[in-house]
């Protein structure tokens, strides 16, 4: 087992932020994507806004505001699965070649190092 470097430290904790933070953004995106184009959204078959039709102005009709929803929406949906897929990159790198206990950590299987 080797310690871990600086840099690998501070990517793992820059990837969990921005991981977190696209929790947050990209439903707030689809949403503004789907609510400025005048079709509403909802979570989970609840209504927090209903389509343009229905509901008159709860959210302003915007071309600008809708094509940036939808941008943003794609990009941050790939980067998020960027960071997943490099998320599981390193924790099978931790298992299999520096042959710590990170993964098992992850997985609840070992105890926290102190």
Do not use: C, N
């Not at 794609?74 to 298992?95: P, Q, W």
């Not at 042959?99 to 950590?105: H, I, Q, S």
Request: aromatic content about 8%.
């Amino acid at each position: 087992m080797r310690p871990v470097s600086r840099l690998e430290h501070a990517t793992a904790v820059a990837a969990h932020v921005v991981l977190l933070i696209l929790t947050v953004v990209l439903p707030l995106t689809g949403m503004l994507f789907s609510g400025a184009s005048g079709h509403g959204f909802g979570v989970f078959d609840w209504q927090i806004f209903p389509s343009h039709e229905v509901a008159g102005q709860a959210v302003p009709l915007s071309a600008r505001w809708s094509d940036f929803g939808q941008t943003m929406h794609g990009f941050l949906g790939y980067l998020l699965l960027a960071l997943i897929v490099l998320h599981v990159a390193a924790a099978l790198k931790h298992h299999l070649f520096d042959k710590d206990a990170t993964l098992k950590r992850m997985l609840g299987r070992a105890p926290e190092s102190t």
